[in-house]
């Protein structure tokens, strides 16, 4: 059975959306770095706005897995390419955080 074109233009849409937030997360000198909570909250939200995003789009239980690898990967691009002096640990628990908060909300009955 064929994919309605809405849905992949969808989720080529998605795809380069993730392609251009994985590319500025990777700068140097986020401004929510300045203040910690902020920081946190930042991480939590916007890895469970993707998880939710791509679950909305693939309705596939290993959409979370991938956003979840996603957000080490990411730290880790991050720590090698953006010129930060460390992997930032607490960053990565808030972006698994938020990756699970979508995971709960979104398989709930």
Do not use: K
């Not at 979370?64 to 960053?91: H, K, M, N, S, T």
Request: glycine content about 14%; overall charge positive.
């Amino acid at each position: 059975m064929a994919e309605p074109a809405g849905r992949r233009v969808g989720v080529v849409l998605g795809g380069l959306g993730l392609l251009a937030l994985s590319v500025a997360y990777c700068l140097p000198g986020h401004p929510s770095t300045r203040v910690g909570w902020l920081d946190v909250a930042a991480h939590v939200g916007l890895f469970a706005l993707v998880a939710t995003g791509g679950w909305l789009a693939l309705r596939r239980g290993w959409t979370f897995v991938l956003v979840g690898a996603l957000g080490l990967v990411l730290e880790i691009v991050q720590w090698r390419v953006g010129g930060y002096p460390r992997i930032e640990w607490p960053d990565i628990l808030a972006n698994e955080a938020g990756v699970a908060l979508a995971t709960l909300t979104t398989r709930l009955p």
